[in-house]
């Protein structure tokens, strides 16, 4: 069965530091989402993205974050500058609208990023 | 705008007894709606779905019915095993939209 691959598993980084978050989607889907889950508690979302624009973004999804889709297979999230609340779980899913395809966005297994 | 809430957890329950977790939602469109799972320290896993009303979603002994009239989706099993215990959400979305999270409900289930 296919499915959404992310890397790294664990990252940390210093306060400050630029992160760059990998997500390897479905290969036919075309919808691309970001979401977080600080440890704990809900599972919020950060961004939407298709035809190599952001569709949506919430409030948390600031200046300090960004989106890319650097090649036909990736995903990325970039935080430029880490602050200590971003340390949470962040998920990457994507969703197809193919014949085969369900109503549910699919999910990869998550990067935890801890900020020193 | 759309909004799901959740029951207020930790749901403590002893093997074999009756789950229900209660789940209600706000929208102003015809949502999908669905159930994930999160075991310790792992990642988000579809647990069951519903797209239209009076839809039932159903896997591994989980049932949840997409109630229109009362704008509800509770998840139910008939008898909970220590491994059930895990956090469970509830989620709508909107054919490509955000998925929109409730708050989460921990399940704990002792033997």
């Known amino acids: 069965e296919p499915e959404v691959t992310q890397t790294p598993s664990h990252q940390v980084t210093q306060m400050g530091q630029e992160v760059i978050l990998r997500c390897v989607p479905i290969?036919?889907?075309?919808?691309f989402y970001w979401y977080r889950q600080i440890l704990g508690q809900k599972v919020e979302f950060l961004v939407s993205?298709?035809?190599?624009?952001?569709?949506?973004k919430s409030e948390i999804f600031d200046d300090q974050f960004s989106v890319e889709r650097p090649d036909g297979s990736n995903f990325t999230l970039k935080i430029r500058s880490t602050k200590l609340e971003d340390s949470a779980m962040y998920f990457c899913?994507?969703?197809?609208?193919?014949?085969?395809?369900?109503?549910?966005?699919?999910f990869g297994p998550g990067t935890r990023l801890t900020v020193t | 705008g759309n909004s799901v809430t959740q029951m207020e957890g930790p749901v403590t329950l002893s093997e074999e007894a009756f789950l229900t977790i209660n789940c209600t939602y706000t929208?102003?469109?015809?949502?999908?709606l669905f159930w994930y799972v999160q075991y310790p320290g792992e990642g988000l896993q579809l647990l069951l779905k519903?797209?239209?009303?009076?839809d039932k979603g159903s896997n591994k002994g989980f049932e949840a019915t997409y109630r229109k009239e009362t704008t509800s989706f509770h998840l139910e099993k008939g008898s909970v095993q220590v491994s059930d215990s895990a956090v469970y959400f509830c989620?709508?979305?909107?054919?490509?939209?955000?998925?929109?999270f409730g708050t989460g409900t921990r399940l704990q289930v002792f033997p």
């Open positions: 993205f298709y035809n190599n624009e952001i569709s949506e």
């Open positions: 290969s036919n889907h075309l919808y």
């Open positions: 899913a994507s969703f197809g609208t193919g014949p085969d395809s369900g109503p549910e966005q699919y």
């Open positions: 989620a709508l979305s909107e054919y490509t939209d955000k998925l929109i």
């Open positions: 519903a797209t239209k009303a009076d």
């Open positions: 929208a102003t469109g015809y949502p999908s």
